[in-house]
């Protein structure tokens, strides 16, 4: 066992309080990485685990195992100082957002992330950025520590490796395939747990499809172009995946672009690739993620004018 893993099972070991938490407005890989590590620490050891998130947990996610722990984060009193803080697939220290205080007076900071990341926040990291999923890494260390698991965890651990490789789309080291090969022997049903996840309020999917029907098209149809007004923004679930796949789906497209009004002067950006890396462009916003999936906050422009230097962004690409 090396000896970051070993310090993280001293840790927990000596823990009376862990508090676990992902990045705000969690996906599938933050919220099921969230809720199966306190599940496997408190199998495991004797800590009490309080889950907590910021912004909005998705519809889509409802029906997962253990849903219910994750507490939305000012439920939980600033005042109360943590043995021990994980921070899971947070990606960088501003996408912690309420919670950060909490983290930052917790006694001792672990971080488990698969994004890139130059400024770790945590006393101890274990993070590796090849991993197709947080949830990856934390499966690994549970077969190194020998941990034991039950069915919540391997079910949580599954839809966190689904949701976060596109139902495997975006696997490039096979690992994630590998891992699953191992729950599904183990009585992981993914089809079930893809069902569990058609759980989307009606207006979220017919925005969605709105915005698919009025995707714009540029450089020979090579980039689509779609875009979430700030009225229409309030009644979306999640990043909008479903558009993102649906547009990937067009003969000759190779990059998709999501622009999402969040406020008048903060727009989101979802890039999905087909053919070359793009998460320099979603750099170059501000953002980050992976090669073939990243995504940017802009603050302080218009809609307008981030769509024109989304468009720019792509010349010559
Ligand atoms: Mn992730």
Redesign the pocket.
Known sequence: MNKNIKLFTEKLRDAKSVLVLAHKNP?G??LCSVLAMARLIEKNYHAKCVCVYDGNAPDYLDNIPLRDKALYWDKVSAKKTFDVAIVL?YGAEHQVGGPLEMVKKAKFVIEID?HKNDKPIADLCLNDDTAE??AIILYRIMQTVGWRDDADIRDLLAIAILT?TGNFKFTQTGEALTVMADLVNKGVYINRLIELMNNKPRKAVLVEAAAVANAEFFYRNRLAVATISRRDYRDMDGRGEMLLNILGQIKGVEYIVLLKEQKETQIGISIRSRGAAIDGIAASFGGGGHERAAGAVVRGDTLENVHARIIEAFKGM
């Open positions: 996906d890989d933050a697939d698969h999923a947080t976060d």
